[in-house]
C-alpha cells in the first residue's frame, strides 16, 4: 500500500518552454503532497508543501510564479517549471502524506521526474 | 537550529560484515524519525518510523532504534543488494508534517 507514482519519469525540453510533472497518490488519499528536488549526490530540498484545495506554501528561495502548484484532489498534485532554463535541470520528487491507506504522518515518495533543460 | 546529521557519509561492507548508520538530530520537540532507502535514480523508498526513545523497529536485516538524540540503522549480515543511500528525516512540525533531511548514508556491500 501506499503508492505514489510520478509522470513523466523523464523529459528533455528547450530552454523557455513549460513543464509539467504530474504526481498521484494511487491507492491513498494525499491531504498533503510535498514536492522536493535533488541534485547529484545531495539530499531532498523540499520546494513547496501543498494541501489540497489550498494554495501551496513555499520555501524559502523557491519561485512562486516559476515553480506552479496545484493540488486539485486528494489523489492528484501536479507541479509546473514555466520558463524552464538549464539551471532548472534536476531531479524532481513529490510526496503524499494522508489518513487513509498509508499512515498520516509519513510521506511516501514518487519514483521522481528527471528534468533536463537544453 | 533545526539539523540532522548522519554518519559515516559513505560505507563499504563486505556481504555478510554487520554495521551500523548514524543520524544525530536536533529539533525541539521530536515528532517522529524516518528512515528511508533511495537507489539511484529513484524516489525514497520508506522504511521506518521511530516515535520515542527506546523505540525499535525491525525489517529482515534492518533494526532502527531510537534515542534522545540518535537513531541507529543497524544492519546485520548485509547481501549487496542491500547497496543503496540510506536517508534520516525528523518531523518538526506537526501542523506541515515538513520533514529535515541528513545527507544520507551510501552503503555499498560487495560480494
Known amino acids: 500500500g501506499a503508492v505514489v507514482s510520478q509522470h513523466p519519469s523523464w523529459v528533455i525540453c528547450k530552454s523557455g518552454t513549460s513543464v509539467k510533472i504530474e504526481c498521484r497518490s494511487l491507492?491513498?488519499?494525499?491531504?498533503?503532497m510535498f514536492w522536493y528536488r535533488q541534485f547529484p549526490k545531495q539530499s531532498l530540498m523540499l520546494m513547496a508543501t501543498s494541501n489540497e484545495g489550498s494554495k501551496a506554501t513555499y520555501e524559502q528561495g523557491v519561485e512562486k510564479d516559476k515553480f506552479l502548484i496545484n493540488h486539485a484532489s486528494l489523489t492528484l498534485s501536479t507541479l509546473t517549471v514555466t520558463s524552464a532554463h538549464p539551471e532548472d535541470s534536476s531531479f524532481y520528487i513529490c510526496s503524499g502524506a494522508g489518513t487513509s491507506g498509508g499512515r498520516g504522518d509519513t510521506q511516501y515518495f514518487g519514483p521522481g521526474t528527471r528534468l533536463t533543460v537544453l | 537550529e533545526d539539523q540532522v546529521t548522519q554518519s559515516p557519509e559513505a560505507l563499504r561492507l563486505q556481504e555478510g560484515e554487520s554495521s551500523s548508520l548514524n543520524c544525530s538530530y536536533t529539533v525541539s520537540g521530536l515528532r517522529g524519525l524516518f528512515w528511508y532507502r533511495q537507489d539511484p535514480g529513484k524516489g525514497p523508498e520508506f522504511l521506518f518510523t521511530?516515535?520515542?526513545a527506546g523505540e525499535e523497529k525491525e525489517k529482515e536485516r534492518l533494526k532502527a532504534t531510537l534515542t534522545k538524540k540518535e537513531s541507529f540503522l543497524h544492519i546485520t549480515a548485509p547481501k549487496p543488494e542491500d547497496s543503496a543511500t540510506y536517508l534520516c528525516a525528523v518531523r518538526y512540525s506537526s501542523n506541515t508534517g515538513k520533514l529535515i533531511f541528513g545527507q544520507g548514508t551510501t552503503l555499498q556491500v560487495k560480494p
Open positions: 491507492d491513498f488519499q494525499a491531504t498533503t
Open positions: 521511530l516515535y520515542s
